[in-house]
């Protein structure tokens, strides 16, 4: 089945304890991006890839660090968590380079920061 | 700055009742998505769209470029429908204020379907 596949789904941290929230994509897919959700700021772009080694910023990567090494996964780091980054976070993925096919998202990482 | 605008942001209707949710840009786009998330938070495509219109089923997607605008169409709606659903564009690549590439999203519409 064709999927992202992010993982935890759910989290509870602590201000400054380093973590990591992975995406794994089995479609084959060269497109790979970061969003997080608030209430009333909807979806927003944290970090994108366009291809293996090839990553940049989205509107809000302050605290946020990504890599790709390789293609189908693309892990979203947060070096030193603050209460700030409590949020509901979607990995997403589309065939080619931009969205402008389908995207298919993860089922989401629900993180607290305490 | 490039914006999403929905509406409604909150609508409840019966069911069965014809439902019709609208999404406008301000600058050209390359593509149109519109997304459904429900309640446990997971959120799944529904539509890309760059042009014209497309149905899945009693969905109904139409955009209509030289307006900037898009709408969501649901027929015979049914509780299960009840959902957020969120529009979400490619800005075209060049446009000033653009922001990061990838998707742009309006901030939901929050259906509800009462039996």
């Known amino acids: 089945e064709a999927q992202v596949t992010q993982n935890p789904r759910y989290l509870i941290t602590v201000t400054g304890k380093k973590l990591t929230v992975t995406c794994s994509q089995n479609?084959?897919?060269?497109?790979m991006s970061w969003y997080r959700q608030d209430p009333g700021l909807g979806l927003r772009q944290i970090y994108y890839s366009m291809n293996v080694e090839v990553t940049d910023k989205g509107d809000v990567p302050e605290g946020y660090k990504v890599s790709r090494k390789e293609k189908r996964n693309f892990p979203l780091i947060l070096e030193s968590p603050s209460p700030n980054q409590t949020s509901l976070y979607f990995c997403a993925s589309s065939p080619r380079g931009r969205m402008n096919t389908e995207a298919f998202f993860g089922q989401g990482t629900r993180l607290t920061v305490v | 700055k490039n914006e999403v605008e929905q509406s409604p942001q909150n609508l409840t209707a019966q069911e069965g009742e014809f439902i019709t949710i609208n999404c406008s840009y301000s600058v050209g786009i390359s593509a149109l998505h519109w997304l459904q998330q429900h309640p446990g938070g997971g959120i799944v495509s529904l539509f890309m769209?760059?042009?014209g219109k497309k149905k899945h089923g009693r969905l109904i997607a139409t955009i209509n470029i030289q307006e900037k605008h898009s709408s969501l169409h649901i027929t015979a709606s049914h509780p299960r429908d009840s959902a957020v659903y969120i529009c979400?564009?490619?800005?075209?690549?060049?446009?000033?204020?653009?922001?990061?590439?990838?998707?742009?999203f309006g901030k939901g519409t929050h259906l509800i379907i009462q039996p």
């Open positions: 479609m084959n897919h060269e497109y």
């Open positions: 769209l760059s042009s």
């Open positions: 979400a564009v490619r800005f075209n690549p060049g446009w000033s204020g653009g922001g990061a590439d990838g998707l742009t």
